[in-house]
């Protein structure tokens, strides 16, 4: 009896060993290689000077990665020059850790004036920024990638960003 009550030890101390190293390396940040995604506005988000744009970043590697807290980016020109980017968290942030799944998507929502200027911008009526048509996404887990903005827009307050954290 002794003997099977080592053996059983044994077995589950390797299989719980095996399910940790399985999970760890299923937790590694997401690596712009694994991601592609897209940045549209919402549909009737306009108004008050606001417009709201989703985000939505998809795993198309096989393997599992995740991301957490506040998109990381930068707004770029309709030659992929980066523009001025203000990325600022849009009240308080639970940022969970979201895992993303070979073929699926995690989301975060951005909030911004497209057409009030800031300090220092332009007068009321004129173009407060230049147009962004692109935001470069920088992965947690090293490299970027770009989405579309669609449609291109100017991003007011010198390109502030008031971003969501990642959900799934």
């Known amino acids: 009896m002794p003997r099977l009550l080592a053996f059983t030890t044994i077995v589950l101390a390797a299989i719980a060993a095996s399910a940790g190293h399985a999970a760890s390396t299923s937790l590694a940040p997401c690596k712009a290689a694994q991601l592609s995604g897209t940045f549209n ?41 980066a523009q ?46 230049p147009k962004s048509y692109g935001f470069r996404v920088t992965a947690p887990g090293g490299g970027t990638f770009s989405v579309k903005l669609k449609p291109a827009t100017p991003v007011c307050e010198h390109g502030r960003l008031q971003f969501k954290a990642y959900r799934g």
């Not at 590697?61 to 030659?79: E, K, M, V, Y």
């Open 41 to 81: 506005a919402i549909p009737g988000s306009e108004g008050a000077g606001n417009i709201v744009y989703a985000l939505a970043v998809k795993n198309h590697s096989s393997s599992a990665c995740t991301l957490s807290g506040l998109p990381r980016g930068r707004l770029l020109n309709i030659n992929g020059t």
């Open 84 to 129: 001025q980017t203000h990325v600022i968290a849009d009240g308080p942030q639970n940022a969970p850790l979201v895992r993303v799944a070979p073929g699926h998507t995690a989301h975060a929502d951005a909030r911004f004036s497209p057409d009030v200027p800031g300090v220092g911008e332009g007068a009321a009526g004129k173009a407060c920024e």
